[in-house]
């Protein structure tokens, strides 16, 4: 009787333990759960709780199914010739000249409604509309046509000044309840015209000036505060690109406000601290899973559950942050400096290369304690009464430093490499 009240004050332990590591992990209103996030802590709490790893397992990849499947639907719609095409490619990250790219040209090239899956994220797809000047239908019929119910929002494209057909398209659309935004395409042209013709060219002066009017043309159609965003689509850095970004996270509900931030091309470094906050903030979930394995008594699981759970987040984690060979390439091809000067900037060795088993390990044993703790795991959890216990609570926080480790590393790898292609210089200490 004593050894099994010894046995069951030390499992209690133990467990207090993987709960209070897990739900001190636990960010408050965490930005992009597909369901309440408090319920979602609640239900995994119960189930550690009751001790019940399996029940625990399957909430979390629950968590997982249906934040991966949150859908994003974007429509990008406008008069022909405004640079819709473009504007779709851009955002999702792929060259014109990519054999997956929206087709682009000089003359109207979208005439049916087209969907362009993001190329990482498929939940995630914009939708290419044909120009509204392009088809037979007015304005109310067109939105029956494109079907304007699954989309969750429009980006109403214009590379000079927003006409009639744009502003019966955006109340058509304000009558359905739906969100809307105003780009102003094509702006690096513009000011390389501005400069051409003014004789005392001020850049701030004339994107003031282009933001002004085409606010106050839509004002004058009966908008009261149109938002307008001023867009070079060769260029995201430039102008009000990372202004649109934001509006849209916050305005986007909450449970997709995620999948619409993975989305987002790499163009600015506070874009990279927003996708390694929400990476973090799902780490706790690896590391319950990987302990739940733990309690398993078949010889090296744990060890190599843990190795394809690393692997598959690593890799996620490499090709998020635009640190994959195909992505660096793009980024070099846009920037104009070499992959390799790209390249050498990093400092991990799973930049531009794939990320085996093998190579995963190698980079997780250089950092001090971590195969100490998968070692003394796996011995630990043979020894009766206290082993698996032990063993899952060590698991858990292997893998969860572990995660953290990779996380940091290749998130500063992709402030180094957009500073490269930025040619910006670290400040000094």
């Given at each position: 009787?004593?050894?099994?009240?010894?046995?069951?004050?030390?499992?209690?332990?133990?467990?207090?333990?993987?709960?209070?590591?897990?739900?001190?992990?636990?960010?408050?209103?965490?930005?992009?759960?597909?369901?309440?996030?408090?319920?979602v802590q609640k239900e995994i709490k119960e189930a550690l709780l009751k001790?019940?790893?399996?029940?625990?397992?399957?909430?979390?990849?629950?968590?997982?199914?249906?934040?991966?499947?949150?859908?994003?639907?974007?429509?990008?719609?406008?008069?022909?010739?405004?640079?819709?095409?473009?504007?779709?490619?851009?955002?999702?990250?792929?060259?014109?000249?990519?054999?997956?790219?929206?087709?682009?040209?000089?003359?109207?090239?979208?005439?049916?409604?087209?969907?362009?899956?993001?190329?990482?994220?498929?939940?995630?797809?914009?939708?290419?509309?044909?120009?509204?000047?392009?088809?037979?239908?007015?304005?109310?019929?067109?939105?029956?046509?494109?079907?304007?119910?699954?989309?969750?929002?429009?980006?109403?494209?214009?590379?000079?000044?927003?006409?009639?057909?744009?502003?019966?398209?955006?109340?058509?659309?304000?009558?359905?309840?739906?969100?809307?935004?105003?780009?102003?395409?094509?702006?690096?042209?513009?000011?390389?015209?501005?400069?051409?013709?003014?004789?005392?060219?001020?850049?701030?002066?004339?994107?003031?000036?282009?933001?002004?009017?085409?606010?106050?043309?839509?004002?004058?159609?009966?908008?009261?505060?149109?938002?307008?965003?001023?867009?070079?689509?060769?260029?995201?850095?430039?102008?009000?690109?990372?202004?649109?970004?934001?509006?849209?996270?916050?305005?986007?509900?909450?449970?997709?406000?995620?999948?619409?931030?993975?989305?987002?091309?790499?163009?600015?470094?506070?874009?990279?601290?927003?996708?390694?906050?929400?990476?973090?903030?799902?780490?706790?979930?690896?590391?319950?899973?990987?302990?739940?394995?733990?309690?398993?008594?078949?010889?090296?699981?744990?060890?190599?559950?843990?190795?394809?759970?690393?692997?598959?987040?690593?890799?996620?984690?490499?090709?998020?942050?635009?640190?994959?060979?195909?992505?660096?390439?793009?980024?070099?091809?846009?920037?104009?400096?070499?992959?390799?000067?790209?390249?050498?900037?990093?400092?991990?060795?799973?930049?531009?290369?794939?990320?085996?088993?093998?190579?995963?390990?190698?980079?997780?044993?250089?950092?001090?304690?971590?195969?100490?703790?998968?070692?003394?795991?796996?011995?630990?959890?043979?020894?009766?009464?206290?082993?698996?216990?032990?063993?899952?609570?060590?698991?858990?926080?292997?893998?969860?430093?572990?995660?953290?480790?990779?996380?940091?590393?290749?998130?500063?790898?992709?402030?180094?490499?957009?500073?490269?292609?930025?040619?910006?210089?670290?400040?000094?200490?």
């Open positions: 009787m004593l050894f099994l009240q010894v046995k069951n004050s030390y499992s209690d332990l133990l467990l207090s333990h993987q709960l209070l590591l897990f739900d001190s992990k636990i960010p408050r209103g965490t930005m992009g759960n597909p369901f309440d996030s408090e319920q001790n019940d790893q399996a029940l625990a397992v399957a909430k979390i990849n629950e968590y997982f199914d249906q934040q991966q499947n949150v859908p994003l639907n974007i429509a990008i719609t406008g008069e022909s010739g405004a640079g819709k095409s473009t504007f779709v490619n851009a955002f999702r990250g792929i060259d014109n000249r990519d054999e997956n790219a929206a087709p682009t040209g000089a003359t109207e090239t979208t005439t049916v409604v087209t969907p362009y899956s993001h190329p990482i994220y498929p939940n995630v797809t914009f939708w290419d509309l044909p120009g509204i000047g392009t088809t037979k239908f007015p304005a109310d019929k067109y939105m029956k046509h494109v079907g304007f119910e699954k989309f969750d929002f429009f980006i109403i494209v214009s590379s000079d000044r927003f006409r009639e057909n744009d502003v019966r398209l955006a109340k058509e659309i304000q009558r359905m309840e739906k969100m809307f935004y105003f780009i102003r395409s094509k702006i690096d042209n513009s000011m390389r015209d501005e400069e051409r013709t003014q004789r005392d060219f001020d850049e701030e002066r004339s994107l003031k000036k282009i933001k002004d009017n085409s606010i106050q043309c839509l004002q004058e159609q009966g908008f009261q505060s149109p938002q307008v965003f001023l867009v070079s689509s060769f260029d995201l850095k430039l102008y009000d690109f990372h202004l649109l970004e934001e509006t849209l996270e916050r305005e986007l509900p909450a449970h997709k406000r995620d999948a619409f931030l993975f989305a987002m091309p790499n163009v600015s470094r506070e874009i990279i601290n927003k996708k390694k906050k929400a990476f973090r903030s799902k780490i706790k979930y690896f590391a319950t899973l990987s302990s739940a394995v733990a309690g398993v008594l078949i010889p090296g699981l744990s060890i190599a559950v843990d190795i394809t759970l690393l692997v598959g987040v690593v890799q996620k984690y490499v090709s998020q942050f635009g640190l994959d060979i195909k992505s660096l390439q793009s980024l070099a091809n846009s920037s104009g400096v070499p992959l390799k000067e790209l390249k050498e900037a990093t400092t991990s060795p799973l930049i531009a290369t794939r990320a085996t088993p093998e190579l995963v390990m190698k980079v997780f044993a250089q950092k001090p304690n971590q195969v100490t703790f998968k070692v003394v795991e796996e011995a630990t959890r043979f020894i009766p009464v206290f082993g698996i216990p032990t063993a899952m609570v060590l698991s858990y926080i292997t893998t969860y430093r572990g995660l953290n480790t990779f996380l940091d590393v290749l998130s500063e790898d992709a402030h180094r490499v957009f500073k490269k292609a930025m040619g910006l210089k670290s400040p000094k200490k």
